[in-house]
């Protein structure tokens, strides 16, 4: 059985930073894909960044150059740092970790951007 938890969510000001970790455990398979994605009340849950196995990235237009994904395979950990956030990055962040056998996600974690 696979296990993501999240952590690092909360409330920031516009303009501030938050980082957000997902430890993954159980029986995960190095050729895996991590990430994260959010969903804003109302809308749908929506792709923010990615990163293989072998540290290809991959991001959303609307956080490219604010936004890092990186990973630490030894503790099966991705990690998303955030800067200069914005109000419209409110929304409830999912780990997600894709192996070839199917797809498997966090229970979310709340960032809150006020402006």
């Known amino acids: 059985q696979v296990q993501l938890v999240e952590s690092g969510g909360g409330l920031v000001q516009a303009g501030g930073s938050l980082r957000l970790s997902c430890v993954a455990s159980g029986s995960i398979f190095s050729d895996n894909t991590m990430g994260w994605y959010r969903q804003a009340p109302g809308k749908q849950r929506v792709l923010v960044a990615t990163?293989?196995?072998?540290?290809?990235?991959n991001y959303a237009d609307s956080v490219k150059g604010r936004f890092t994904v990186s990973r630490d395979n030894a503790k099966n950990t991705v990690y998303l740092q955030m800067n200069s956030l914005k109000s419209e990055d409110t929304a409830v962040y999912y780990c997600?970790?894709?192996?070839?056998?199917?797809?498997?996600w966090g229970q979310g974690t709340q960032v809150t951007v006020s402006s």
């Open positions: 997600l970790l894709q192996m070839r056998w199917g797809d498997y």
């Open positions: 990163i293989n196995s072998s540290g290809s990235t």
